[in-house]
């Protein structure tokens, strides 16, 4: 089994910063890629930014040049620096991992939320 979770997540103005992370445990050997998803109400779930292993990153259109995801393979841990945020960021961001576990089996993990809120 593999356990992802969040934290970093809170209120914050609109143009301000949040750091969230996500710390994978478990049976893990290797991890491929490790993402943020974020779910707004009413709205379908979207991918917002994911990493590999290799270090390269994508990003969705509307968080360019102001997300930045990063990874700490050492410690199975991802992170999401939030700048200049807007109230359409306002969602539960999920981080998702995907890899190899120490059964030789895949791995499809998703953490348990953090809200995430913009608001004067």
């Known amino acids: 089994q593999v356990q992802l979770v969040e934290s970093g997540g809170g209120l914050v103005q609109p143009g301000g910063s949040l750091r969230l992370s996500c710390a994978a445990s478990g049976s893990i050997f290797s991890i491929k890629a490790m993402g943020w998803y974020r779910q707004a109400p009413g709205k379908q779930r979207e991918s917002v930014a994911v990493i590999i292993s290799g270090g390269g990153a994508n990003y969705t259109d509307s968080v360019k040049g102001r997300f930045t995801i990063s990874r700490d393979n050492a410690k199975n841990t991802v992170f999401l620096q939030m700048n200049s945020l807007k109230p359409e960021d306002t969602a539960v961001y999920y981080c998702?991992?995907?890899?190899?576990?120490?059964?030789?089996?895949?791995?499809?993990?998703w953490g348990q939320g953090t809200q995430v809120t913009v608001s004067s």
């Open positions: 998702n991992g995907h890899g190899i576990t120490t059964r030789g089996t895949e791995f499809h993990s």
